[in-house]
């Protein structure tokens, strides 16, 4: 029997090259553990944001006219972002977990499928025609021949950019930076500059014992602080009943209340998977409008994937001389495909998260992480009653600490070089400050181009980064463009 055990950690350790790259099966198994719970909120998120929106004729998601089925959301939120994980940690071997992504699925539900006679099958059906899209232009290397036409010191930014990104979701999904209500300032510290509710100490106590671990160089640091987080926030509830965060609750829990559930178990709904219309669209909106649509929808995937792909290649110390990860294509199929299986599945495009960074500074290196949330991901279709134990407190301080991991890189940078210093540094602010990777992306390579341009240095610049930029502002005139045609 240990023998046969062996054999297997053996075949594991060599398909994922988990000692060639300096790591454990056990590293990555937790690495992965880490990743799932810092973007486990989808589960509960996703359904919450396409299931409370009547489309054009004024069905609910998977429900009626009366409200949608979030059970059956949720259900299908975790199948595909479990089933997409697994494919990238076994076809690309890289940590990098996929699921519903933020913004687009916000898009799919409020700017497609809301407009005058669409269905949620129609607009489910723009989320596949933009997966199918991207996917021909990886298969054709034209997106990894626009990724490798980014200069290396623009790949860095956006590696540090998205430290600055995801370190600032994770103060602010806690509400420990938050919009105040007087409206005075865009955003303050906790609840009038004051961290003075339970649920804020609870994030302040977990993101001071990951720092403290990760000092100490504690194996496996952020998982301890998440779980000893977590544990602290049941007993805080038991003991002050503070109950979830509203307007006539503002120091209470961000999203999900911490209680231990009834039943640990729960049978999933499905019926959502496939409930999808290809070309139903052109019919109520029309052809030009579709395209706009999808436009829209594939620039966001495009870049987001690539930054988030360098971001985690760099804190993974994956990148080459270049800072290109290995298997890039493979790492863009995936994702392409992950697009197409959001929009099959009824949960919109699928895509990959920065969240996973937080693996990667654990310890996680290879595709085996990835593997790992996608079984979480699997499992939490029958046990979604136990992720919602786990509240945004206790996950997200882990975002705040591999956020700092990912800023240091910004020493790569040649800051005394304004031709690339600018770009850089529109690209690290415009990310938090957008709340966006794709508009950091944008403005850095527009600022590039024009900079390059200005001091006659055309030439320097690579043909696709004129492609890139052209799209670029396309893609920030959208508001006006599609005003004049009608959507």
Excluded: C
């Excluded at 398909?15 to 719970?37: A, H, Y």
């Excluded at 939120?77 to 494919?87: D, K, P, W």
């Excluded at 929009?343 to 495009?349: D, I, K, L, R």
């Amino acid at each position: 029997m240990a023998h046969d055990q062996a054999q297997a950690r053996g075949a594991i350790d060599r398909f994922f090259k988990i000692s060639e790259r300096g790591s454990t099966v056990w590293t990555e198994v937790r690495g992965g553990l880490v990743t799932f719970f810092t973007m486990s909120y989808i589960v509960v998120l996703n359904p919450l944001i396409l299931g409370n929106v009547p489309d054009g004729t004024g069905q609910f998601l998977g429900g009626d006219s009366s409200g949608g089925d979030l059970a059956a959301i949720a259900a299908a939120t975790a199948l595909v972002a479990g089933l997409m994980s697994i494919l990238m940690g076994v076809v690309a071997n890289f940590p990098m977990a996929l699921a519903a992504g933020l913004g687009l699925n916000a898009v799919v539900a409020y700017s497609v499928a809301a407009l005058p006679g669409m269905t949620w099958a129609d607009a489910m059906g723009i989320v596949v025609l933009e997966g199918l899209v991207i996917l021909i232009l990886v298969v054709t290397g034209f997106r990894e021949a626009v990724f490798r036409a980014v200069p290396r010191e623009l790949k860095v930014a956006i590696s540090v950019g998205i430290g600055l990104f995801i370190a600032f979701i994770g103060v602010f999904d806690a509400g420990f930076v938050r919009i105040p209500a007087s409206l005075a300032t865009p955003t303050e510290l906790g609840m009038g500059g004051s961290v003075g509710t339970w649920p804020l100490f609870v994030f302040a106590f977990g993101l001071l014992l990951a720092a403290v671990l990760m000092v100490r160089k504690v194996r496996g640091g952020i998982l301890v602080a998440i779980i000893a987080s977590t544990v602290l926030a049941l007993v805080v509830e038991a003991v002050g009943n503070i109950g979830s965060r509203g307007e006539d609750n503002p120091g209470g829990w961000a999203l999900n209340v911490p209680a231990l559930p009834e039943s640990v178990v729960a049978l999933p709904d499905f019926s959502l998977i496939g409930q999808f219309s290809l070309f139903g669209s052109i019919e109520k909106i029309g052809i030009v409008a579709v395209i706009l649509l999808v436009f829209t929808l594939l620039i966001a995937d495009f870049f987001d994937t690539m930054g988030t792909m360098v971001a985690i290649g760099g804190e993974a110390g994956l990148l080459d001389e270049k800072g290109n990860p290995p298997r890039t294509t493979q790492i863009l199929i995936v994702d392409s495909l992950a697009a197409v299986s959001g929009g099959a599945g009824s949960v919109s495009s699928n895509t990959a998260y920065v969240e996973s960074a937080s693996g990667v500074g654990d310890g996680a290196r290879t595709g085996l992480a990835a593997v790992t949330t996608g079984v979480a991901f699997l499992l939490t279709t029958f046990l979604s009653p136990l992720v919602e134990v786990v509240p945004h407190e206790a996950a997200t301080p882990a975002l705040v600490v591999v956020g700092f991991l990912m800023v240091v890189q910004v020493t790569g940078i040649d800051w005394t070089d304004l031709e690339v210093g600018i770009p850089a540094f529109l690209t690290m602010i415009l990310m938090p400050f957008a709340y966006s990777i794709t508009v950091g992306i944008g403005a850095g390579v527009i600022s590039f181009v024009l900079l390059k341009v200005a001091v006659g240095k055309t030439r320097r610049v690579h043909p696709l980064l004129w492609v890139a930029a052209a799209l670029f502002v396309v893609y920030f005139l959208l508001g006006p463009i599609r005003a004049a045609v009608g959507i």
